[in-house]
Every structure is written in C-alpha cells, then in structure tokens.
C-alpha cells in the first residue's frame, strides 16, 4: 500500500512570503503580523520595520511612507 505525505525532510516546503511558521509541524502559516514583514522561510517575527516604512499584515517587504508623510517609530 503507498504511504501518503511527507517521508522526508526534503518533502517539507518553506514558509512562503508574508506568513510565518513558528510552531515545528506547523500544517498552516500564520499571517506575518502587522509592524512586521516575513520573507520566505520566517520561522518567527524578527524583522521589524524601519522608519520611515510601513508593514501592513502579510508583508512581505518593507514599504516607504507616501510623499508628505513619515514615521518616526520602528515596527
């Protein structure tokens, strides 16, 4: 009888862009928090956003502030 789902580490995918897979065996991703941005494989939230930039909820990159605008504060 074949076996179904993952047989071996190299059958487990990498978080994708903008989510975050903190918890080992995780089955889904959790949203990359907003303050945050999540590249490809995050395992926890540890890049904050500078200033002068905004992370909206499942960022995936950082994104300056619209002219005429600022932010002073990180995250």
């Given at each position: 009888?074949?076996?179904?789902?993952?047989?071996a580490?190299?059958?487990?995918?990498?978080?994708?862009?903008?989510?975050e897979?903190?918890?080992?065996?995780?089955?889904t991703p959790t949203s990359?928090?907003?303050?945050?941005y999540?590249?490809?494989?995050?395992d926890?939230?540890?890049n904050?956003c500078t200033?002068?930039k905004y992370?909206?909820t499942n960022a995936e990159?950082?994104?300056?502030?619209?002219?005429?605008?600022?932010?002073?504060a990180s995250g």
């Open positions: 009888m074949p076996r179904v789902g993952a047989v580490s190299t059958d487990c995918l990498k978080c994708k862009p903008g989510f897979c903190r918890v080992a065996g995780t089955v990359c928090t907003a303050g945050f999540c590249l490809e494989g995050t926890t939230t540890v904050q200033a002068g992370c909206p990159m950082e994104f300056p502030c619209a002219y005429g605008s600022y932010t002073a």
